[in-house]
């Protein structure tokens, strides 16, 4: 059984440039979040969706950032215009029913940089 | 509000020493607290949870005690290794979501 699958591990992107960050969760698993790590800091929750909905995007910056989990296929995590600040690491976790009651596995992240 | 506090921020205990990490939480409706284990450039894993039912678990060289009346928690790591050298992270369920503490830097020298 796969883990949390992330990719790009690595992404370098251009001040106003898009980024997209994709996440396969766990097989079985139809819960996915998306957290954000800045260097030296700690993991800051973005959204929580299940598939094909939205259920919670209190930690979405309310502009460039958007967020999707579609019945087929992995979720995507989009950033519109990207400034320097956005550059960090951003996980993914996936878990089988709501996180706050049962186990949640992160992937491996993916960092992005923008020059 | 939803706030974990962590501490400390950084430790140092030589091999065989037993680091202890604490967390202190707010009020959340939810039963689940877990400990992530982060070495550099990889994603946080699950290290041991703990349900409230229970005042401590222990798994392999890894305890977590929790005191629910004082809304706090810890993890102890018996036996220290140079390989448990790594960031610790703790987390509290809030609403939708798991709510992290700042994370502590574990260095285990040997």
């Known amino acids: 059984n796969a883990g949390v699958m992330q990719n790009p591990r690595h992404l370098v992107r251009r001040r106003g440039q898009e980024a997209r960050l994709r996440c396969s969760p766990m097989k079985g698993h139809s819960h996915v979040y998306w957290y954000r790590q800045l260097p030296e800091e700690g993991l800051k929750f973005m959204v929580y969706l299940q598939k094909e909905n939205i259920i919670d995007e209190s930690g979405m910056p309310k502009e460039r950032f958007s967020a999707e989990f579609p019945k087929e296929g992995p979720s995507i995590l989009r950033i519109q215009q990207v400034v320097r600040g956005d550059s960090a690491a951003y996980f993914c976790a996936s878990s089988p029913n709501r996180v706050v009651n049962t186990e949640a596995f992160f992937g491996q992240g993916t960092r992005l940089t923008v020059v | 509000q939803q706030q974990v506090k962590q501490s400390p921020q950084s430790l140092i205990v030589q091999k065989g020493g037993i680091p202890i990490i604490n967390c202190a939480y707010e009020?959340?409706?939810?039963?689940?607290f877990p400990w992530y284990q982060q070495f550099p450039g990889k994603g946080p894993a699950l290290l041991i949870a703990?349900?409230?039912?229970?005042s401590e678990k222990k798994e392999g060289r890894f305890t977590i005690s929790f005191n629910k009346s004082a809304k706090q928690f810890s993890l102890h790591i018996m036996d220290s290794q140079p390989g448990d050298s790594a960031t610790y992270f703790c987390?509290?369920?809030?609403?939708?979501?798991?709510?992290f503490g700042a994370g502590t830097i574990l260095r285990v020298k040997s």
């Open positions: 987390a509290a369920p809030y609403g939708n979501k798991l709510v």
């Open positions: 009020n959340t409706a939810f039963d689940y």
């Open positions: 703990i349900r409230p039912d229970v």
